[in-house]
C-alpha cells in the first residue's frame, strides 16, 4: 500500500468548521475597505524575484532564508510572494496608476515564507492589505489606523493595543544607523549570532530582537527619535494629534522598526499577549521611496497588512467559531421519476426564493436512511417527493426541529407557503 501524501509541513488547510469565520472576517474586511473608498486589486502569486530583492531588500531575512525561490522553464527566476506591497506597487508602476494620482487600493490572499512553522506563523499564511498612494501628509496615515481601529470594532475584537513610531527619513536614519553601529560594536561579545551578523547588514533590525539576553543592551540603545529630522517629527506629531482626535488609544514605542527595508516616518502596529510569541496581527508604515526605487516616478505611499490567520485565533480565543448555517430545506426523494422531478423543483425553488439553502439528496437510500442524512444536515424542514406525491402534485413537508404536524403543499403553492414557513 503506497504511502499517504500529506499536505506540505507549514501549509494547512482550513476545514469546513472553520470556514464560516474566515468569511465573516472577509467580508467584513471587503465592507469596511469600500466604505472607505478603496478598490480591490488581485495580484499574481510570483513575481520576478528581482522585485523583491530590491524592495524588501537583499539583506533582510525574508529574502536571505524565507522566500519561496525557483527557476522557471524559461530560466527566470521568480519567487512566491513573501508580502503584498512590492507586487502592488509593481503594478501600480506598470499600469500608470500612480504618477501624479491618487489611489486607494486593497488586496486579500496567500503569501508564501519558508519559516520555521509554529501556532500563528505557517509557510503559507493570508493576508488583507491596504495600499494609499499619492498622499504625503499625516492625515492619510490617521485613516488607516483608525480603519483597522474600526474593523476590530466591528468583529468584536478588545484585547489589541496601538503601537506607533517614525523611523524619520532615509537620510536621518542613515545618520542613525551609523550611531547605532558604533554603540553595538562597542558590545559585539553581547549580541546573539543572529545580531552580529545584522550589525554590519541591518542593524536596526537589532532593536526588534526578542532574545531576552540582549533586552538591557537594546533598551540602553541611542533612540532614533533623537535623531529624526524636523519635517519627520513635525509629521509624527501631527499624526499623533489626528489620532487623539479620533479617539485611537495608542503607545509611541521607540523600537518598533519594522523588518523590511522600505519604511520611512510613520510605522505602527497592532500586538497582543494571549497569542504568545506571535502577537502582532496587523502592521504598516509608508514607504515614501519605494515607487522610485523601484523604477517608478516618486509618490508617497503607506499601507497594512493584517495577518488573518492571528486575527482568526484571536476571534477564536476570544468568541469560539460561530456555528455555521445549517439548510433551510433538505429534499427527499424516491423513485425514479420523482428524482427527474426533484432536480426541477429544487431549481425553481431557488430561482423563487433568494437566499434560500437547499440540499437535495444525493446517493440514492431509503426514506430512512434519507431522513437520517437530513436530521445531519440541521436542516429545519424536510421535504417528501416520491412517486406517490408526484401524482398528486404535492410535495411533504416535515419539520425536523419544531413539533408541527407533517403537511402536504401543492407544487403550484410551494415557493410561496416555503416563504412564510422559514424565510
Known amino acids: 500500500m503506497s504511502q499517504q501524501i500529506q499536505a506540505v509541513r507549514g501549509m494547512k488547510d482550513i476545514l469546513p468548521q472553520e470556514t464560516p469565520l474566515w468569511q465573516r472576517v472577509e467580508q467584513t474586511l471587503r465592507d469596511t475597505f469600500s466604505a472607505y473608498g478603496y478598490s480591490e486589486i488581485r495580484l499574481p502569486l510570483a513575481e520576478k524575484t528581482e522585485l523583491f530583492q530590491r524592495s524588501i531588500g537583499e539583506v533582510t531575512d525574508i529574502v536571505e532564508k524565507e522566500m519561496y525561490t525557483f527557476e522557471d522553464l524559461n530560466h527566470e527566476r521568480l519567487s512566491l510572494r513573501p508580502e503584498g506591497t512590492a507586487g502592488c506597487v ?14 486607494r487600493l486593497w488586496y486579500m490572499g496567500a503569501m508564501f515564507r519558508h519559516e520555521r512553522p509554529q501556532k500563528g506563523r505557517y509557510r503559507q499564511f493570508h493576508q488583507a492589505g491596504i495600499e494609499a498612494f499619492g498622499m504625503e501628509g499625516p492625515d492619510i496615515d490617521g485613516e488607516l489606523i483608525a480603519m483597522t481601529a474600526r474593523i476590530w470594532k466591528s468583529l468584536g475584537v478588545t484585547s489589541l493595543v496601538l503601537q506607533i513610531n517614525s523611523l524619520g527619513t532615509l537620510a536621518a536614519r542613515q545618520i542613525y544607523r551609523g550611531h547605532l553601529v558604533e554603540y553595538f560594536n562597542g558590545h559585539r561579545e553581547a549580541l546573539d549570532e543572529d545580531s552580529q551578523r545584522r550589525l554590519t547588514t541591518n542593524p536596526l533590525r537589532i532593536l526588534d530582537s526578542k532574545n531576552p539576553d540582549m533586552r538591557e543592551l537594546i533598551l540602553a540603545a541611542p533612540q532614533l527619535s533623537e535623531h529624526l529630522d524636523a519635517e519627520s517629527l513635525a509629521h509624527f506629531e501631527r499624526l499623533k494629534t489626528l489620532l487623539d482626535s479620533a479617539g485611537v488609544l495608542y503607545t509611541v514605542n521607540p523600537r518598533l522598526v519594522r523588518g523590511l527595508d522600505y519604511y520611512s516616518k510613520t510605522v505602527f502596529e497592532w500586538v497582543t499577549d494571549q ?22 516616478k516618486a509618490a508617497p505611499a503607506i499601507g497594512f497588512a493584517i495577518g488573518l490567520e492571528r486575527l482568526l485565533s484571536l476571534i477564536e480565543s476570544q468568541a469560539g467559531l460561530p456555528a455555521p448555517q445549517p439548510p433551510h430545506l433538505y429534499l427527499l426523494v424516491a423513485g425514479e421519476h420523482a428524482e427527474r422531478a426533484g432536480v426541477k423543483l429544487v431549481e425553481s425553488l431557488r430561482d423563487a426564493l433568494p437566499g434560500l439553502r437547499l440540499v ?15 436530521d445531519k444536515s440541521g436542516a429545519r424542514v424536510a421535504l417528501l417527493l416520491g412517486d406517490e406525491e408526484l401524482a398528486k402534485n404535492i410535495v411533504g413537508v ?7 404536524a407533517q403537511q402536504e403543499i401543492s407544487m403550484d403553492n410551494l415557493a410561496a407557503s416555503l416563504r412564510e414557513l422559514i424565510l
Open 90 to 103: 509593481r503594478a501600480g508602476i506598470e499600469h500608470g496608476l500612480l504618477h501624479n494620482q491618487i489611489q
Open 275 to 296: 497569542l504568545g510569541a506571535q502577537g502582532t496581527v496587523c502592521a504598516g508604515g509608508r514607504y515614501d521611496g519605494l515607487i522610485e526605487q523601484l523604477g517608478g
Open 360 to 374: 437535495m439528496n444525493c446517493g440514492g437510500g431509503s426514506f430512512k436512511s434519507q431522513f437520517k442524512r437530513a
Open 398 to 404: 416535515k419539520f425536523l426541529r419544531e413539533e408541527r
